[in-house]
């Protein structure tokens, strides 16, 4: 087996008096792609922050290939950082920029590479992602889905060993889903990065993921595989693959009484 890449040791995370992550440990051995799943305010997005080292957990650490985060100088973390590519919720591409340019950013901003290598660089990247050509387009002229593959070619452009994806599916139609699942699965396995995704959809990741962390109200119920995962007598588990209204997941912010028992006294003190 190989190293992890990423592991977290005992960490807990609060803003404030709200605690958010709970004693959380898990690892991520190098070269895989784990999904994050959970209901919302588990504590995903958390998590990638802390990967990402823009907060420090409370307690417990968070290592980087055997190194405590925490003690990253600001050389080290800034490495740390072009070492990775990060594809968000929708896209983030720089509107006032052509997709030749939104591409070339990084490569303008991190590199020292002449423009005739970066111009070929770019136009490979489109090509890996199947939008050579539009390279002279604005992002206001390109669909969700191509949009989309132009913020992954963008994520990829200098070949980061870490790839952190932010529900890189919402907002996409069914076929557009299965092309970027097929191609972030296609790109990890090409580039052989460690990845982590965080998702809500359920049986599309399952597909292409190697290992599945699920968090409920900031612990970890799961990491394991996605076959281990359908086989989980969970009713935290069931009731989000399921998608289902009723179990440990509330509906109702918690309250002393809902609405259905508040018009039942009133009618009841009416009688």
Same mark, same amino acid.
């Given at each position: 087996?190989?190293?992890?890449?990423?592991?977290?040791?005992?960490?807990?995370?609060?803003?404030?008096?709200?605690?958010?992550?709970?004693?959380?440990?898990?690892?991520?051995?190098?070269?895989?792609?784990?999904?994050?799943?959970?209901?919302?305010?588990?504590? #995903?997005?958390?998590?990638?922050?802390?990967? /990402?080292?823009?907060?420090?957990?409370?307690? =417990?650490?968070?290592?980087?290939?055997? #190194?405590?985060?925490?003690?990253?100088?600001?050389?080290?973390?800034?490495?740390?950082?072009?070492?990775?590519?990060?594809?968000?919720?929708?896209?983030?591409?720089? /509107?006032?920029?052509?997709?030749?340019?939104?591409?070339?950013?990084?490569?303008?901003?991190?590199?020292?590479?002449?423009?005739?290598?970066?111009?070929?660089?770019?136009?490979?990247?489109?090509?890996?992602?199947?939008?050579?050509?539009?390279?002279?387009?604005?992002?206001?002229?390109?669909? @969700?889905?191509?949009?989309?593959?132009?913020?992954?070619?963008?994520?990829?452009?200098?070949?980061?060993?870490?790839?952190?994806?932010?529900?890189?599916?919402?907002?996409?139609?069914?076929?557009?889903?299965?092309?970027?699942?097929?191609?972030?699965?296609?790109?990890?396995?090409?580039?052989?990065?460690?990845?982590?995704?965080? /998702?809500?959809?359920?049986?599309?990741?399952?597909?292409?993921?190697?290992?599945?962390?699920?968090?409920?109200?900031?612990?970890?119920?799961?990491?394991?595989?996605?076959?281990?995962?359908?086989?989980?007598?969970?009713?935290?588990?069931?009731?989000?693959?399921? =998608?289902?209204?009723? @179990?440990?997941?509330?509906?109702?912010?918690?309250?002393?009484?809902?609405?259905?028992?508040?018009?039942?006294?009133?009618?009841?003190?009416?009688?």
């Amino acid at each position: 087996m190989t190293r992890p890449f990423i592991e977290f040791q005992n960490v807990a995370f609060a803003y404030g008096s709200r605690p958010i992550l709970r004693d959380v440990s898990f690892s991520v051995q190098e070269g895989r792609f784990a999904a994050v799943m959970g209901g919302s305010g588990s504590g #995903k997005t958390t998590i990638m922050r802390l990967v /990402t080292g823009q907060i420090a957990p409370t307690s =417990g650490k968070v290592l980087i290939k055997g #190194k405590d985060l925490a003690g990253f100088s600001a050389s080290e973390l800034i490495a740390h950082r072009r070492r990775m590519g990060v594809l968000f919720q929708h896209g983030a591409l720089f /509107t006032d920029l052509s997709v030749y340019d939104n591409i070339a950013f990084p490569m303008r901003e991190l590199t020292e590479l002449p423009e005739n290598i970066i111009r070929d660089l770019v136009l490979l990247k489109l090509n890996a992602v199947g939008l050579y050509g539009v390279e002279n387009l604005m992002p206001s002229e390109l669909s @969700g889905g191509m949009a989309r593959r132009v913020a992954l070619a963008r994520t990829i452009a200098l070949d980061p060993e870490l790839m952190l994806y932010d529900e890189p599916f919402t907002g996409l139609d069914p076929i557009s889903l299965g092309v970027i699942a097929d191609l972030i699965h296609r790109v990890n396995k090409a580039l052989h990065s460690t990845s982590i995704m965080v /998702t809500h959809d359920i049986e599309k990741s399952l597909s292409i993921v190697d290992q599945v962390i699920f968090l409920a109200q900031g612990e970890i119920l799961f990491s394991g595989s996605p076959q281990e995962m359908r086989e989980l007598d969970s009713p935290w588990v069931q009731q989000f693959v399921g =998608g289902l209204p009723n @179990g440990p997941v509330a509906f109702r912010y918690p309250a002393s009484n809902s609405l259905e028992q508040d018009l039942l006294g009133n009618a009841v003190q009416a009688a």
